[in-house]
């Protein structure tokens, strides 16, 4: 009895990753959010009976994730399926338990996960199918995030190189540039460089080009952080929000950003990468020898991502035309699909059996089944 116990656990486990045999369910990498598991919890369902559908989403990056909600859609929701929940919604949020709405971040110092949440929907399979049929479930996952970068700048005076003895100088000068740069794990990353030119500064006002590449390196769509989500419109999508701050006298300036109402932002589409050009210029009276620069981005936006997973229903049991408890037939006519026999026989107006084996298990409040004239019938 306990090894039976066991091997029911690990089959159930293997249907929850799984979603239907053979037919792995795909699911959101996540650089943000990442969809852990998407499925149902049988991977075949009898037409006209319910299943429940299940995604579990963690935060794997660096920031916590807010207003986070998840939509069901693929299924035909309201025509061929339904939603058996109390919430009729196919969209859910996380719940209230969880403050503000938000998946708390990853803490890699300490090695602790992010938090985790998982959504559910108990559906209603499409009723009366006379042939078995696959489905697919697609699931869409919305947050807000954040991208944190920062960046130092070396900048080193030409005087200051020429009081250096010969191997000094080629020593310091290799260290004018971009000494480091980080950016937080999250759907959008952040970069900066400033390329091959060290940045050595030879009289007041040198100004140097420096470019920060902004990169959608998840599997997901950034929108507008103000944008009422799931319904989103075109003009909604692909905005991505960047603040830039540098301190001390860098003379930071950028070009290309397109702002209104005191914001800046860039349009970064699926799998893209945009480029921000920008300029500093370096001041020797400030700077004397040499002098280190951060240069911090901040990146908001919201983003979503996808999965989906496959599931079976099987044909009805019940013969043409029998409801599912009541038992009874519909006359005969040109527009029915059964039709009554001497004896009490419900029989198919169509079909092709050879024997009572032939046809589908006797449905409720019938008792016998036969083969009578190629059509299956019961009574």
């Known amino acids: 009895m306990k090894n039976y116990a066991l091997l029911s656990a690990l089959l159930l486990a293997v249907v929850f990753l799984s979603g239907c045999i053979g037919q792995p369910p795909t699911t959101g990498v996540g650089k943000g959010l990442s969809i852990k598991g998407f499925a149902s919890d049988f991977p075949e369902v009898r037409s006209g009976e319910t299943i429940t559908l299940s995604a579990l989403v963690e935060n794997v990056g660096d920031a916590d994730a807010y207003n986070v909600k998840a939509q069901l859609f693929g299924l035909n929701i309201g025509s061929e399926w339904s939603i058996q929940d109390q ?6 949020m996380i719940g209230q338990q969880l403050s503000g709405s938000a998946l708390r971040r990853a803490d890699s110092a300490l090695g602790l996960p992010g938090e985790s949440y998982e959504f559910t929907w108990t559906v209603k399979a499409p009723a009366d199918l006379r042939v078995d049929n696959t489905y697919t479930a697609s699931l869409r996952t919305y947050y807000k995030y954040k991208t944190s970068s920062t960046s130092i700048l070396h900048l080193v005076s030409y005087d200051y190189l ?3 003895p010969t191997d000094q100088f080629n020593t310091e000068k290799a260290k004018a540039g971009v000494t480091q740069s980080t950016s937080s794990a999250a759907p959008v990353s952040v970069k900066l460089s400033a390329g091959i030119r060290p940045l050595v500064v030879y009289s007041n006002g040198d100004s140097f080009s420096v470019q920060i590449d902004l990169t959608n390196v998840d599997s997901g769509n950034a929108f507008d952080t103000a944008a009422s989500y799931p319904q989103l419109g075109s003009a ?4 991505v929000y960047i603040a830039i701050a540098a301190d001390g006298d860098l003379g930071f300036t950028c070009s290309g950003l397109q702002g209104y109402s005191g914001a800046t932002w860039v349009s970064l589409t699926k799998g893209q990468s945009k480029t921000v050009f920008c300029t500093i210029k370096g001041d020797k009276a400030k700077l004397e020898n040499s002098r280190d620069y951060t240069v911090t981005v901040t990146l908001d936006y919201g983003y979503y991502i996808d999965a989906s997973t496959a599931v079976k229903v099987l044909k009805s049991e019940l013969p043409l035309g029998v409801s599912g408890t009541s038992g009874t037939t519909a006359s005969t006519s040109s527009t029915t699909s059964t039709t009554m ?3 009490g026989w419900s029989c198919a107006a169509t079909g092709s059996c050879a024997s009572a084996s032939d ?7 019938y008792n016998q089944r036969d ?4 059509r299956c019938c019961y009574k």
Not at 87 to 92: A, G, H, L, V
Not at 359 to 365: I, Q, R
Not at 371 to 374: F, L, R, V, W
């Open 162 to 164: 020429k009081s250096l």
């Open 341 to 343: 026999l001497p004896g």
């Open 87 to 92: 919430d009729k919604s196919s969209t859910r």
């Open 236 to 239: 909604d999508l692909h905005k």
């Open 371 to 374: 083969c009578i004239s190629g």
């Open 359 to 365: 046809c589908p298990p006797v449905p409720p409040s």
